[in-house]
T-cell receptor, first 115, second 113 residues
Framework: AQSVAQPEDQVNVAEGNPLTVKCTYSVSGNPYLFWYVQYPNRGLQFLLK??????LVKGSYGFEAEFNKSQTSFHLKKPSALVSDSALYFCAVRPYGGATNKLIFGTGTLLAVQP | GAGVSQSPSNKVTEKGKDVELRCDPI?????LYWYRQSLGQGLEFLIYFQGNSAPDKSGLPSDRFSAERTGGSVSTLTIQRTQQEDSAVYLC???????????FGQGTRLTVV
């Protein structure tokens, strides 16, 4: 079965420190990988995606993510966290060339950045 | 429009009534998705459209749920004989192509009383 795992329900980090939000996936074939952010009472916003090419992708608000094929991971990172980064983060995968193009989402990780 | 538009933004209905939720995708986007998000939960896939056809409707939880898309644009999600467990935020998203990123609407918050 195709799936996405976000092993941490919540990540706490102090402002100014680097942050990592973990994501691993299980799909057949090559994946398209995405990160979304959801602020309270708002819809999901696209952050970044990996399709092909450089394993390190850069996205909005200073976030980046590294695709690791051998570890089937796509962890979200930021060198210096801001209090305003506090939100719910979702990893998603779309299998390439499969029977369906639906996005499969992880369960989300709540990022709390303390001042 | 500039983004994905969903209506209504909030809907309160009595148990047993039917409801229709509407999604206007970004113009030109061929793929359209419906998801459901319950309080404190992740996103539950419901159905995916490519054009007017639905190659994947595996996430519809029961035969009370149905969806259609007309003209390759507007989509309607219908829930018949609503139950309290149907209460959730229903999110619609569209993407330019099947491999591209999806853009989400603000959602419809459905409350069944």
């Amino acid at each position: 079965a195709q799936s996405v795992a976000q092993p941490e329900d919540q990540v706490n980090v102090a402002e100014g420190n680097p942050l990592t939000v973990k994501c691993t996936y299980s799909v057949s074939g090559n994946p398209y990988l995405f990160w979304y952010v959801q602020y309270p009472n708002r819809g999901l916003q696209f952050l970044l995606k990996y399709i092909t090419g450089d394993n390190l992708v850069k996205g909005s608000y200073g976030f980046e993510a590294e695709f690791n094929k051998s570890q089937t991971s796509f962890h979200l990172k930021k060198p210096s966290a801001l209090v305003s980064d506090s939100a719910l983060y979702f990893c998603a995968v779309r299998p390439y060339g499969g029977a369906t193009n639906k996005l499969i989402f992880g369960t989300g990780t709540l990022l709390a950045v303390q001042p | 429009g500039a983004g994905v538009s969903q209506s209504p933004s909030n809907k309160v209905t009595e148990k047993g009534k039917d409801v229709e939720l509407r999604c206007d995708p970004i113009s030109g986007h061929t793929a359209l998705y419906w998801y459901r998000q319950s309080l404190g939960q992740g996103l539950e896939f419901l159905i995916y459209f490519q054009g007017n056809s639905a190659p994947d409707k595996s996430g519809l939880p029961s035969d009370r749920f149905s969806a259609e898309r007309t003209g390759g644009s507007v989509s309607t999600l219908t829930i018949q004989r609503t139950q309290q467990e149907d209460s959730a935020v229903y999110l619609c998203a569209s993407s330019l192509e099947s491999g591209g990123e999806a853009f989400f609407g603000q959602g419809t918050r459905l409350t069944v009383v």
